[in-house]
């Protein structure tokens, strides 16, 4: 009896959904689209913590060398660098070569530096440091000492990198929160009012129901599956369009200034399962309102 029930619930709701395309279509369109937002605040704090968790565990820097020095004065620096504690010397950019990767980190953006006259980025040398206690090493001043070699310019590590990234992610963390509130809320109100339009249109149906006898329940049933269904949907054309938008416009690896070369990552199944399994859930509680309010009016 129960799944002959069942399968009278969900027959009805795909009916009704099919029967009301348009409203439907709406409610599931503003669903994705508010969990497309919320999906994409998550994998942008998914990146930072990944990334700062990277930083945490080794040290890197920067070292931007002055203008026109000439090569004794350039194979001392690099001499001294060697033989700090603990340090590898990854490699020498100069000037073309940070040019050059400045422009292909800019892609379709690299126009806009077709107006410079000449190349104002400095050549640097780029060292990290591994397995090392980055707070008794004290990169702070290992900088200033640094910056007094002749011709070093300046000095910039992931250190400092990470203590303004944390700040920054502390704002985001607070305006996601807030957003993904709203979104919430903008879900569960469309949500709502498409199952009461939808109840509404078939009030005679439901009150010839309830006259012969069926339960509540088993006139509600329909609706909270049709408000489910439609959270589900929508979770999963949220996560199919940012899996998209992650293929497509994604970088394979990000450079930041003082900072090692990072990768892009995607999030992980836990993640895009709660993702779907959040657009059920405002679906299927919005229906609850709905059905709430018509039987208790």
């Known amino acids: 009896m129960g799944l002959r029930n069942w399968a009278y619930y969900s ?33 942008l704090f998914y990146n930072l913590n990944h990334w700062m968790l990277e930083w945490g565990q080794s040290l890197s820097m920067s070292v931007y060398l002055q203008d026109e020095i000439d090569q004794k004065t350039k194979a001392r620096i690099e001499s001294l660098l060697k033989n700090l504690p603990s340090a590898e010397l990854k490699e020498y950019i100069s000037k073309d070569r940070a040019m050059e990767d400045l422009i292909d980190g800019l892609g379709v953006h690299s126009g806009l530096l077709e107006g410079l006259k000449e190349n104002p980025l400095p050549a640097s040398f780029e060292i990290i440091f591994k397995d090392v206690n980055i707070r008794q090493l004290d990169p702070q001043g290992m900088k200033e000492e640094i910056e007094k070699i002749e011709g070093v310019q300046e000095v910039q590590y992931s250190e400092e990198w990470l203590d303004r990234l944390e700040g920054l992610v502390y704002v985001l963390k607070v305006a996601g929160f807030i957003i993904a509130g709203f979104l919430c809320l903008a879900v569960l109100f469309i949500t709502t009012n498409t199952i009461k339009l939808t109840i509404y249109s078939r009030r005679d149906e ?20 049709e408000g ?3 959270g589900l949907v929508g979770g999963v054309i949220a996560l199919s369009t940012i ?55």
């Open 11 to 43: 027959k009805h709701a795909f009916i009704n959904i099919f029967g009301n395309r348009l409203v439907h279509a709406i409610s599931i369109g503003t669903i994705a689209s508010s969990l497309i937002l919320f999906g994409s605040f998550i994998l």
């Open 206 to 225: 439901v009150e010839i129901l309830k006259l012969v006898g069926a339960t509540d329940w088993f006139v509600k049933m329909p609706f909270l599956i």
């Open 228 to 230: 489910a269904i439609q």
């Open 243 to 297: 899996s998209l938008l992650f293929l497509l416009f994604s970088m394979d690896k990000v450079h930041i200034i003082g900072l090692p070369v990072l990768e892009i990552v995607f999030l992980p199944m836990a993640h895009l399962a709660f993702i779907i399994l959040l657009g059920l859930i405002l679906g299927l509680i919005g229906s609850f309102i709905a059905v709430g309010r018509f039987f208790d009016a």
